[in-house]
């Protein structure tokens, strides 16, 4: 059975930075390309960033320049960076990885960002 649990999560001002963390654990032999989502209440899960299995990176528009998302194979571990956070990115944010050619879901850790 594999696992994935986020952490880092929290409340920060407008303008500061948190860490979020995606770990991964149990029987693991491969894993692909993995992505941070987030869902906002009342609005639809959207994707934040992709890494892939060799390290190249994707981001959506609106997170481009503030975050940075990079893992540790080493440690099956994924991080997203926030910087300059905005209160408009206040949601739930989600770890998703391709393990032994599944995707597997975080359940989700809280990001609030006050003004």
């Known amino acids: 059975q594999v696992q994935l649990v986020e952490s880092g999560g929290g409340l920060v001002q407008a303008g500061g930075s948190l860490r979020l963390s995606c770990a991964a654990s149990g029987r693991i032999f491969s894993i692909g390309a993995m992505r941070w989502y987030r869902q906002a209440p009342g609005k639809q899960r959207e994707l934040v960033a992709t890494?892939?299995?060799?390290?190249?990176?994707d981001y959506a528009d609106s997170v481009k320049g503030r975050f940075a998302i990079s893992r540790d194979n080493a440690k099956n571990t994924m991080y997203l960076q926030m910087s300059s956070l905005k209160p408009e990115d206040t949601a739930v944010y989600y770890c998703?990885?391709?393990?032994?050619?599944?995707?597997?879901w975080g359940p989700g850790t809280q990001v609030t960002v006050s003004s």
């Open positions: 890494i892939t299995a060799g390290g190249s990176t």
């Open positions: 998703m990885g391709n393990i032994n050619f599944r995707d597997s």
